[in-house]
């Protein structure tokens, strides 16, 4: 088999349900990209006899190589085997050794087993079997049609083992020449996904190996580059040519790769300046402190932070003059100045940052929704209060200003 295209299928009503996510599917992908495997099609088909055989009808018909998870176990709803025997005609059998394997566990465990428990160690006759070493269930890889079809538990360390141990290197004995697939992700704040695309338009226009996709997200926007080539070296090369031109273009909104979120950035930026941040958060509710310090070493730049919703709390906590309230309100540049330059102080930091707004749902010292000022203080360098006016509903709003709160601090320093 020279190219593989293959099929995962996830066969349980509970995802549908949005009960679980179909983890399955996206760990069995990016395994498989790794070596250049093509994967053209994810489905989900819920616990109806029916159902799951019309999907396995049509994954039959389109790829040659379908992987199946779930619907193995010991119950009713568990109707995998008996789908595909409908569509195969391929006679089952009990599996002596899973057999043996399942009633052992019980005795161990000091339980009778159910009759029901014996539908676990039915295979298809002349299928190779898969040791579960972590379950009952065993998977399964059989030949219908030139199609192979690969029958994995559900269960994600189930799967995951058989996957490692028995699939993956079945898969790469069939294919002649493996490649290598990667993908890098590029962050990127303070620049709109069709700004992005503008600026990048000729590089994206041009695009063979590697693609550029560039995606937004809640947290700013991503550019996803995916190369394929026969080795890491090659593979790697090309994204880093790759990376570089795009960054040429828009480098001063760059702000980190892969799993280099922007409080990753900020919080290993303030460790290299040996510096600390606190912050007076009004409208954010704590949310942005949370993201700081959710980062590991954290707790060596981010002293803590203060929750300053109610005005009483501005003035008793924070110390905000009666006069600043009086005269501009909570909602304003120069409370918002106050906030950061007396949680610095207060808490000892280098740097206080600020938030104070309006969430919603009504305005609030006639002041908009959306209406928002952040500030920050700096004991030893520049300062800057800034105003936005945000869209969006209640956590919308609040989500941009924490987001907007990192980019600030971030060019800043």
Same mark, same amino acid.
């Given at each position: 088999m020279k190219t593989i295209n293959a099929e995962i299928i996830a066969v349980g009503t509970e995802l549908l349900l949005g009960q679980i996510a179909n983890t399955n599917a996206q760990w069995i992908s990016q395994k498989l990209a790794k070596y250049g495997i093509n994967v053209f099609y994810h489905g989900v088909v819920g616990d109806n006899y029916q159902r799951v055989e019309d999907t396995f009808s049509l994954a039959q018909k389109r790829s040659n190589v379908v992987i199946v998870t779930g619907g193995l176990g010991p119950t009713e709803d568990d109707m995998t085997r008996e789908a595909f025997q409908a569509l195969s005609k391929l006679e089952i059998e009990e599996h002596r050794p899973s057999m043996e394997k399942i009633k052992d566990y019980f005795i161990r465990q000091n339980r009778e087993m159910t009759p029901n428990n014996r539908k676990q160690a039915r295979v298809f006759k002349g299928a190779q079997v898969l040791e579960n070493k972590v379950g009952m269930a065993p998977g399964m890889i059989v030949t219908f049609q030139e199609t192979t079809w690969i029958f994995l538990p559900g269960v994600p360390k189930e799967m995951k083992q058989l996957f490692e141990d028995d699939v993956l290197p079945y898969l790469l004995n069939e294919i002649e020449e493996t490649s290598i697939i990667q993908s890098t992700i590029l962050r990127f704040i303070g620049i709109g996904e069709a700004q992005l695309e503008h600026e990048l338009q000729d590089v994206i226009k041009e695009q063979q190996n590697p693609t550029i996709a560039p995606l937004a997200q809640n947290d700013g926007v991503i550019i996803r580059l995916t190369a394929k080539e026969r080795s890491t070296a090659l593979v790697e090369q090309l994204l880093d040519e790759t990376k570089n031109k795009v960054l040429d273009r828009v480098g001063k909104y760059y702000t980190g790769s892969d799993n280099e979120t922007i409080e990753y950035v900020l919080v290993n930026k303030l460790k290299e300046l040996n510096k600390?941040?606190?912050?007076?958060?009004?409208?954010?509710?704590?949310?942005?402190?949370?993201?700081?310090?959710?980062?590991?070493?954290?707790?060596?730049?981010?002293?803590?932070?203060?929750?300053?919703?109610?005005?009483?709390?501005?003035?008793?906590?924070?110390?905000?003059?009666?006069?600043?309230?009086?005269?501009?309100?909570?909602?304003?540049?120069?409370?918002?100045?106050?906030?950061?330059?007396?949680?610095?102080?207060?808490?000892?930091?280098?740097?206080?940052?600020?938030?104070?707004?309006?969430?919603?749902?009504?305005?609030?010292?006639?002041?908009?929704?959306?209406?928002?000022?952040?500030? +920050?203080?700096?004991?030893?360098?520049?300062?800057?209060?800034?105003?936005?006016?945000?869209?969006?509903?209640?956590?919308?709003?609040?989500?941009?200003? +924490?987001?907007?709160?990192?980019?600030?601090?971030?060019?800043?320093?």
């Amino acid at each position: 088999m020279k190219t593989i295209n293959a099929e995962i299928i996830a066969v349980g009503t509970e995802l549908l349900l949005g009960q679980i996510a179909n983890t399955n599917a996206q760990w069995i992908s990016q395994k498989l990209a790794k070596y250049g495997i093509n994967v053209f099609y994810h489905g989900v088909v819920g616990d109806n006899y029916q159902r799951v055989e019309d999907t396995f009808s049509l994954a039959q018909k389109r790829s040659n190589v379908v992987i199946v998870t779930g619907g193995l176990g010991p119950t009713e709803d568990d109707m995998t085997r008996e789908a595909f025997q409908a569509l195969s005609k391929l006679e089952i059998e009990e599996h002596r050794p899973s057999m043996e394997k399942i009633k052992d566990y019980f005795i161990r465990q000091n339980r009778e087993m159910t009759p029901n428990n014996r539908k676990q160690a039915r295979v298809f006759k002349g299928a190779q079997v898969l040791e579960n070493k972590v379950g009952m269930a065993p998977g399964m890889i059989v030949t219908f049609q030139e199609t192979t079809w690969i029958f994995l538990p559900g269960v994600p360390k189930e799967m995951k083992q058989l996957f490692e141990d028995d699939v993956l290197p079945y898969l790469l004995n069939e294919i002649e020449e493996t490649s290598i697939i990667q993908s890098t992700i590029l962050r990127f704040i303070g620049i709109g996904e069709a700004q992005l695309e503008h600026e990048l338009q000729d590089v994206i226009k041009e695009q063979q190996n590697p693609t550029i996709a560039p995606l937004a997200q809640n947290d700013g926007v991503i550019i996803r580059l995916t190369a394929k080539e026969r080795s890491t070296a090659l593979v790697e090369q090309l994204l880093d040519e790759t990376k570089n031109k795009v960054l040429d273009r828009v480098g001063k909104y760059y702000t980190g790769s892969d799993n280099e979120t922007i409080e990753y950035v900020l919080v290993n930026k303030l460790k290299e300046l040996n510096k600390t941040i606190s912050a007076a958060e009004s409208l954010t509710g704590g949310k942005f402190t949370e993201r700081v310090i959710s980062q590991p070493g954290s707790s060596k730049v981010c002293p803590g932070g203060i929750v300053s919703y109610d005005a009483t709390v501005k003035q008793d906590v924070l110390g905000i003059p009666n006069r600043i309230i009086q005269n501009y309100g909570t909602v304003s540049k120069e409370c918002a100045r106050e906030m950061a330059l007396n949680v610095a102080n207060l808490l000892n930091s280098d740097i206080g940052i600020s938030f104070t707004g309006v969430a919603g749902p009504d305005s609030i010292e006639g002041k908009p929704v959306g209406t928002v000022y952040i500030a +920050i203080h700096q004991k030893n360098g520049e300062g800057l209060v800034e105003h936005f006016q945000f869209h969006g509903d209640r956590e919308d709003i609040r989500r941009r200003s +924490i987001l907007k709160g990192f980019e600030l601090l971030i060019k800043l320093l």
